[in-house]
C-alpha cells in the first residue's frame, strides 16, 4: 500500500429509490489523515452517500477504492473488513440490549470461538465511555437512556471498531457542548494517528472549528470541495442552499416586558435524582430557554409540565390549576416536541401526512369523520413553508432524511395553535436554512401570544431565540436572567457549568 | 421494491381470491361449485368468523392479540339461550348475550391497559377462564333456543332472498373499514399500533384506544355467538372453539401487520372469504380430510409468498 | 350406594328405571340393553341383509353417498369407515365426499352445507351434537337426501321421515360390561376411580350411566371412590397421575378410551405400582391396549365395539333405504367382553385377521 | 419504575411459581402432592412442552413465532415409528424423526426470510399441511414402537433413578440458557429480535439468524416428538395439539417479549413448570375440568399481573 493513493476514492455514484434519483454522479475523495465536512441541506443526500460506503446499501453504479485497491460493499462486514465504521444518524442501537452488549455488538471479546466474555465486554465499553467523558453503567439498557446518551453510546460503539475510516454522521446533533468538546478532542486525537474522518453536520461552528476540508452537497450532486480556511460562513450556507438565508438566525430584541399574571407557575418541583428544587415561571407570548449539561434534568421538567410525569414534590400550575395528566396539560393547550423524533415524534411506517394529522385529528374532522382533504391543504402549505423534502405526502415518513424528519415532528404540533408550546430540542439535524424557518415562526407565535419553552443543547439557537434564559444546574435554577444581559455565547457555556453570570439587572426569581 | 410491483403485493389477497375462484370454476364449477346457493352457503359459514376477525383486526391494528373470541362466542349464546329459555324476549336475550362479551372485552382491555400484562397471556388467560364458566353453567349440556325470531334474524332466515348471516357480515365488513378508515377512531388505532410512545405524545390515549378495540373484539365475538346459535338453534359451551387463530389467519392474510399500525377490513374479508372458499371447494373436488388439509396449508403459504417482505 | 362418594359428571342423570332394571339382570349377553331414541327396541345387526336381488336393483340406481364425520385418528372412525367403504364398493355406491368436522359442531355444519352442493342421494354421518347440528340435517332430509346416523340422532328428525335409520353399539351394555370386568379384575372388592370424558357427549355420557347402574345393581362390595374428567384422550395421563398421587391404594380403574387408558398405564408404572396392584378396564380395542393386556399389563378388560360392522350396517341400512325398502329405525352392534383369555379370537372378530406376533408372543409368554 | 419494584417484575414467574407450590404444599400437601414422585410426574409431563418453548424462546426472541410445532412432533413421531417399524435400529430411527424436523424448520425459515412471508402465516399453513401428511402416512392408525431402548431413553426410563424425560428437560434447559446468554449466536438473536434493522447496520445477518432459530424449533418440535412416543410406546398423528398456544404462554410467562430482543430460558422453564404444577395440583384438588378451566385461567392471568408494564 503506498501513500500516494487517498485513504477513500468514490466515483461517479449513483443511487435512486424508485424512480427517485438520490445521488446523481457523485465524487468523493478522502484524504489519510484529514477531518472532511460533508455538508448540504436536508435531503442533499449525505446519509445515503455514506450508507453505501457501509454497505447499507447498494449502489445504482460508481466504483470505490480504498488505498487505491477497489472493493465492493454487499453488507455491514464488508465494510467493517475494509476498515470502515460509521455513527449513524438514526442510530443502530438495539434497545433491548445493554450500553456495553450494543458497543461491541458483532465484534464481542470472546471466551473460546463460541463464547462470550461480557466482563472483557464490559471493561471495554467502560474505557471507550471514559475516554469519551461519561461515567456510565455498561449494564444499563440502553432503552432507559436519554437522546443525548444514546448518541454517546453510538460514538462509542464506533469507536470501538478500531476502524481507518470513521463516518460520523451528525454525531452532535443531540450533544451538549460540554459532550462535544471532549467528542472534538477524540476527534482530534484520532486524526493524528491517522485516522481519516468524514464529518457530516449542519452545526457552522464546527465545522470551522475541526475540519480541514469541506464538500458541499446539493440535491444529490457535488457542488464544491474546498479547504476550510479558503471559505467563509455565508459562502458555504449560499453554496448548500443556494441562497444566504442565515441572517434570520441572529438574535433580535423583541423589546418586550412580561408582567402580569404567569400562564405557568413552576414550585418546588423535584424529581430525584436529576431535579431537587426548580421553580420559574412563564408568561403568555414570551420564549424562555433552558439551558444545561446533558442529563440536567431538562427533559423531565419539560415532561412533567407536560403531565407525563408526576413529580416527587413540588407543584405545577396552569391556569393557577394543577397539571393532573397528559389529557389535562393538552385540553389547557400544552403541546410538546419530544426530543427523539424517531421514537416519540414519529409513526416512521406511516405517510408524511397520517403523521402530520395524528395529534390534530380534533381540527381535520366533525368529531367522528375525519377529513383528508381539509388536512392536506394545511399539511400541503407546511410543507412548503419548511421546505420539507418528500416526493408526496403519501411517502412513508421512514424514507425521509433525518432533518425532513424532524421537519415534520415541529409542524406538526403548530397546527395546533397552543398556548405553551415546549420544544425539546427541536432543531435535531435541521439544516440552517430550515432553522431559520422554524426560529421565524417560533418569534411570529410568540407575538402572537403563545408562551414558549425552549430546550436546546445547542446554545447558539438559545441565544438566537429566546426573552429570557434559565440556567439548570444540579437540580436546581441558578439563574433566570433576560437574554440582552448575556453578552456571548462563552458566558452562556460557563454558566451552564455552574459559573454564574455578572448581571447589571437582576431579575427577582419569580 | 418498484411501486408497480408494491400495488399487486397490497392487494395481493385479492388476486389471490381471484385466482382461488378462478381455479375452482374450471376444475369443479359443473360439480356444483359455481352456484349462488354454494357462494351463500360459503358466505355464510364464514359471516361468523368473518365478523370475529373485523373486530380482530382493530386489535391487531392497535397491536395486541385477543385469543379469547372463541369462549366469549360460546358464553354469549349460553347467556341468550338461557335467558330465553328463562322467559325473557328475544332482544332483551340478544343484548344480554352482547353485554357479557362486552365485559369480557372490557375486563381483557382493562387488564391490558391498566396492569400492563402482555395480550397473549391476558386473552390465553381469559380464553381458558371463559370457557371453564361456559361449560360449568350449563353442565356442557346444549341449551335449546325456541325462539323463530331469533333463529331466522341471526341464522336461517333471510332478507330479500339473501341469507342474513350474509346481511350481517357485508354490514359489519362496511361500518368496519369506514371506521378504520375514515374516522378519527380508526386513525387513533391505527396511530396507537404504529409506534404507542409516539401516539402518546400527540395526545392519544392509547390505553383508551386499545381498551376500546378489546370491547369491539368482546362484542363482535359475543355478536359471533349469536349467530351460530341462531344457526344451530341452540347454544352450546363448545363454540368456537380454535376461532381465535383462524381469525388471525384472516386478518393477516388480508394484509394486516400482526405489528400493529397497518390494517385493511377488506383485506380480511378477502382473508376469509379465501379460507371457506378453499375449505368448500376442496370437499367439492372430493379430497380426504388429509389432502384437505395439505392443500388448504400450502395455499396459505402460496397466497402469502406474493405479498410483501414485511418490514419487521 | 357404593357411587355415593364422588363428584359425578357435569351432565350426569341418574340412570332411568327402565336402565336400572336392565342393570339388575345377571346376564346380559345375549339382549340389547339400550332403547332407542324414541324408545324402539333395537334390532340386532345380523338381521340386516341385502338379497341378489336388491343387490342388482342398488347397483342399477348409480347411487352417490357423502360421509360426514365427527372425528379420525382412531380405530373405531378408521374401522367404520373401511367397513362402509367395502360396502359400498360391493353395493355400487359412489363415495363422493368425505368430511372430517375434527369434534367441532360449526365445522360440521359448514361440511354438511358444502356436501349439500354436491347433491349426494344418501348421507351417513355422526352427528357430534344432536341439538347444534340438528338444522343442517333437516335441510339435507329436506333436499331429499336420505340419511343414516351413526351413534345418535339429530333433533327433531324422525325415523322414516327425516332420517333412515340409527345404528350404535349397544353403549349401555357397553358401560355395564365394564363394571362387570372391573369387578372381575379386582376379585369382587376393592376400591376404583373412574376417568371419564368431560364433555357432554351423548355415547360417553350413555356408557358412564350404565356403569354406574351396574356398579350399584351388582358390585356393592367395589367402592367407586373418584371419578374425574379429562377433557381430552391426550391429557389422559396427566388426570391418573393427579388420581394415582392422591389414592396410591387404588385397586382399579375405568380409564375410558384407549388412548387415555394408556396414558393411566404410564403414570401407574411411573408411579411404581405394579400392574397386579392396580387393574384398568377400558372401553376400546385397539393394538396398544391390546398388546399391554398380552403382556400382562395393567389392562385386565376391553369392552369394545365391532366399529367394522357398524360401517357395513350403515352402508346396508342406506342402500336398502335408497330402493324404498322398509329398514328398522334402530339398529344395534353388542359389544364385546375383551380379556386375556379370549384375545386373539376377540382379535380376529374386530379386525378380521390374525392378532400380530407382537400379541401372539406375549401371550404365550 | 423503581429499581427494586423492577427486580420483583423482573423475577416475577419465580416468585408465582414459588407462591403457587406453597398454596399446594399447604392445601393438598398431605393428599400426595408433596411428594417425589409426584414432583416427578409433574417434570415429566412437562418435558416436552418445556423443550419445545426453549427453542420457541429463541425464535420469539429473534422476533418471528413458530405455530408448527405441534405437527412437526407427530410427523418425527410417525417417522421414528414408521422406521423402527421398517427394521431400523432406533437410533438411525430416532435420526430421521430428528432430521424430518430439521427440515420443516429449514422450509419455515427459508419462507419467512427469503420470500418474507410473515412467519404467522408461513407456520400456520405448515401447521395443516404437516397435519394432513402425519394424517395421510398412517392412515390416522397409531404406530405402535415395539423397541425397549428406544422407549427408556426416550421415554419411561430411568437414570440414576430420575426419569429420562426429566434428565432431557433439565440438560436442554442448561444448554439453551448457556447459548442464549453466553455465546455469539444467542447475543445476535436477541440483537436481530430487538432492532432488525439496527443489527443489520451492525454487520449482523439477521436472516441466518432467524433461519437458525427456525431449525432448531424444527428440531425441539421433532426431539419433542420423540420423547411422547418413547413416553406412549406409540406414535400418533395428533400428538402435539394445541402446543403452539402453550409452548407461546410457557415463553412469555418466563418473561420473554412477544416483540422480540428479550428473553429467559431459565423463565421459560419456570412457566412451563408453573402451568404443569397447577394442572396437576388442581387435579389432585379434585376440581372437575370446567373449575380447573377457570382457576387455571384465573391463575395464568394473576401471575402476570405482578409483572412489568410492558415497553410496547
Ligand atoms: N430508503 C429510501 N427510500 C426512498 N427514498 C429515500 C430512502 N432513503 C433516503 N431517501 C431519500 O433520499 C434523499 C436523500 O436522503 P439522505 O438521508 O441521504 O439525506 P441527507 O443529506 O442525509 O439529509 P439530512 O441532513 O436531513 O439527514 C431524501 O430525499 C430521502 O427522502
Ligand atoms: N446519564 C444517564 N444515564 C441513564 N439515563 C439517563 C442519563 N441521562 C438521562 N437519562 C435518561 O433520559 C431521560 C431524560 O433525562 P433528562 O431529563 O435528565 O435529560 P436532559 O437534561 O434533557 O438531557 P439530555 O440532553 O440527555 O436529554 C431520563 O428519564 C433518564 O432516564
Ligand atoms: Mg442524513
Ligand atoms: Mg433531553
Redesign the pocket.
Known sequence: MSDEHPILEMRDIEKSFGAISVLKKVDFTLQRGEVHALMGGNGAGKSTLMKILTGVYSMDAGTIAVEGQPIRLHDANDAKRAGIAMIYQEFSLIPTLTVGQNILLNHEPRAGSLFLNDRAANRLARSILEDLGED?NPN?LVS??????MQMVEIAKALSQKAKILVMDEPTA?L?EHETETLFKIIRKLKAAGISIVYISHRMAEIFELCDRVTVMRDGQIRMTEPCANLTIPQLVETMLGASSASEFTWHDRHKEFHGEPLVKVRGLAMPP?VVDVSFDIHPGEIVGLA?L???????IAEAIFGRRTPAAGEILIDGKPVSDQKHAIDSGIAMVP?DRRRMGLVLDHSVQSNMMAPNLDRFSNGIFVSDTNASGVIERLIGRFGIKTSSPAKAARLLSGGNQQKIVISKWLIRNPRLLILDEPTIGVDIGAKGEITAQIRELADAGTAILL?S?ELEELLAVSDRMLILHEGRIVQNIQRRDITSEEELHHAVQGHLIAQADPVHAA | MGSSLGFIQDYSVYFFFAAVLIFFAVTIGDQGFLTVNNFFNIARTTAMISIVSFAMTFVIASGELDLSVGSVCALSALTCGLAIQGGYDWYVAASFGLLSGLAIGLANGLLVTKIGIPSFLVTLGMMQLIRGVDMRVTYTNPVAIPDPTFNSLFGAGKLFGIPSLIIWSVLLAVVGHVVLRYTTFGRRVLATGGNRLSADYSGINTSRIKLYTFMLSGLAAALAGLLYSGMMQTARYNFGEGMELAAIAAVILGGTSLFGGKASIIGTFAGALMIGTINNGLIIMGLDVSEQMMVAGGIIILAVAFARKPSH | DNTANVKHPLWFKEPSAYLQEKANLDDLSDIVVGEGPFGEEGVLYSDITVSDEQLEKIRAGNFTVAIALGWLGDDWAQQQLAGMREEFERLGIKIIAETNANWRDAQQISDLATVSVLQPDLVVSFPLNAQTTASAYKELADAGTKIVFMDQVAEGLEPGKGYVSMVSSDNHALGMNIADMLSDAIGGSGKVAAMYYAPDFYVTNVRYEGFIARMRAKHPEVELVASIGHNGPDRGQEVAQGLFARYPDLDGLYGSWSIPAMGAVTAASVAGIAPTDLRIVNENFDHIVAANMAQNGYIAGISAQNPYLNGITEARLGALALIGEEVPPFVVIPPIKVTRDNLTESYKRIYRQDAPAEITNALSN
Open positions: 456510565l444499563t432507559d437512556l436519554s437522546a443525548g446518551m443531540s451538549s436529576r444545561g446533558m442529563g440536567s434534568g431538562r427533559t423531565e426530543e430546550i443543547s
